[in-house]
């Protein structure tokens, strides 16, 4: 099992940057592939990015490829998502979350562990 705490989110103005972080608790946290995923007001849950257990695969949404980075360092349990020329449509609370499942997926409902969210707001 294992435990995350998101961090990092703010206000920003359009074409600024944010950097999320999660924290993650437990001993396998390399054995978990990691997702971020985004929810904003009355819509559902949509998948951003995701990486793989090393840290060398990764999959982004289309609406954020070339502008958002996830990264991991497995040796301080954390998970990273860099994200460049943010847009009003980027407001949302994000979370990070992990997949036990045996393939990779952007589906949220194959990630049983989610942190709280924390909150990015873009103005324009």
């Known amino acids: 099992q294992v435990q995350l705490v998101e961090s990092g989110g703010g206000l920003v103005q359009a074409g600024g940057s944010l950097r999320l972080s999660c924290a993650a608790s437990?001993?396998?946290?390399?054995?978990?592939?990691m997702g971020w995923f985004r929810q904003a007001p009355g819509k559902e849950r949509e998948f951003v990015a995701r990486?793989?257990?090393?840290?060398?695969?990764?999959y982004y949404a289309d609406s954020v490829k070339g502008r958002f980075t996830i990264s991991r360092d497995n040796a301080k349990n954390i998970v990273n998502l860099q994200m460049n020329g943010l847009k009003p449509e980027d407001t949302a609370l994000y979370y990070c979350a992990a997949d036990g499942a045996a393939y990779p997926s952007s589906d949220p409902m194959w990630y049983p562990y989610w942190g709280q969210g924390t909150q990015v707001t873009v103005s324009s």
């Open positions: 990486i793989s257990g090393n840290g060398a695969i990764t």
């Open positions: 437990g001993r396998t946290f390399s054995s978990y592939r």
